[in-house]
């Protein structure tokens, strides 16, 4: 007789597996992905270590799976404001605050996201990430086209150059030495700083005018 799991088994064990997730993205998000191991979580969970085996075969894929559910928030938190009324270039720099404001809120996190040593599996939620990212640019970018507020432009080409643009911006700010710089009362750039410096420059490589980037009244995080 072939043994099949009932329905309130699957369930269960669905709801485990998110829990081992969870638990999973707060270790990363609190002191990274080298953080993460599986006895450490296994101890997390209250579960021996082998039980974890039934729902992820290995760290690799563990870690990748927690890549792509934080990955995925910041993707449709930015595409949320990319899609949202308005001029494309407003729009552009109403995301490019937000992502860096969400990444100031949560930076251990957001470091380790954009820029932490990886397993393999990881790199490669990394890059497919990557292109989720440039893909909502492109859109933005063919709509200011259109619109006449950028000049023409290889939009695929100029995507990728924003995202590797925002990426490089914030790993410095956000690494662990500038973090504990600024615990330390080290003097260090602000969030308004970068904000500002990433809006100019990203609006300055679309094309878009100068009368779109006015800045709006700082609202800075320590």
């Known amino acids: 007789m072939v043994y099949r799991q009932t329905q309130a088994r699957l369930q269960k064990d669905g709801e485990v597996r998110e829990r081992i997730l969870e638990l999973a993205l707060m270790r990363v998000a609190d002191r990274g992905f080298a953080a993460l191991t599986m006895q450490t979580l296994a101890e997390d969970a209250g579960i021996a270590t082998g039980s974890l085996y039934r729902h992820f075969r290995g760290k690799g894929e563990l870690a990748a799976e927690v890549f792509s559910s934080a990955s995925q928030r910041e993707v449709d938190a930015l595409a949320e404001v990319l899609a949202a009324p308005g001029r494309a270039a407003e729009r552009l720099q109403c995301g490019l605050r937000q992502f860096a404001a969400r990444a100031w809120g949560s930076r251990q996190l957001a470091f380790a996201l954009i820029a932490e040593p990886v397993d393999p599996e990881v790199d490669e939620q990394r890059l497919i990430y990557r292109e989720a990212y440039a893909a909502l640019f492109v859109q933005?970018?063919?709509?200011?086209?259109?619109?006449?507020?950028?000049?023409?432009?290889?939009?695929?080409?100029?995507?990728?150059?924003?995202?590797?643009?925002?990426?490089?911006?914030?790993?410095?700010?956000?690494?662990?030495?500038?973090?504990?710089?600024?615990d330390a009362g080290q003097p260090g750039a602000s969030l308004a700083d970068v904000s500002d410096a990433l809006v100019h420059f990203c609006l300055r490589a679309v094309g878009a005018s100068l009368s779109a980037m006015q800045t709006p009244a700082k609202e800075d995080q320590p």
């Open 140 to 182: 933005l970018l063919e709509q200011g086209i259109a619109q006449g507020e950028f000049p023409a432009q290889p939009v695929h080409l100029v995507a990728a150059c924003l995202v590797g643009a925002i990426a490089e911006a914030l790993v410095g700010p956000l690494s662990p030495p500038a973090r504990a710089a600024r």
